[in-house]
């Protein structure tokens, strides 16, 4: 049996507190289809032309508001999870990662596959299924081992 690992997945934030960063996440975020399940057009349509012009300068000052020295609360949570679970399992490499944002599921993949990881646990870090949360994410998950 190989090197075990885990990749932690949650849903995502903002790299910023700042207009610019959450309208980048929510791009990627609401233009998911297992997010928004209409056809491509009209979810193109709800999310370019109505959501991004709008929203973004909403909810910016509310992110601000709850930002962490250290980033946003999602990312900071999830990295300290993680960490935790390394100081009491020697033996598996744990890596987290975001749906959307960063760091991303790629680079959580690409460090563990760095690591030497052959056995591979992908764990979203949602507390239902849903598609999406947990099915986004394994498929996202599933597309970048592909």
Known sequence: MGKKGVLLMNVGTPDEPTV???RTY????????DVIDIPAPLRHLLVRGI????????IAPLYKSI???DGSPLRVYSK??????RTINHDIEFEFAMR??????RSGLEKLKASGVTDLLLLPMFPHYAQATTESSLKHAHKELG
């Open 20 to 22: 610019a960063s959450v």
């Open 26 to 33: 929510l791009r990627e975020f609401l233009l998911d289809p």
């Open 51 to 58: 959501i991004l012009r709008t929203r973004p300068r909403k």
């Open 67 to 69: 930002w962490m020295e």
């Open 80 to 85: 300290r999870v993680t960490e935790n679970l």
């Open 100 to 105: 959307y944002g960063n760091p991303s599921i």
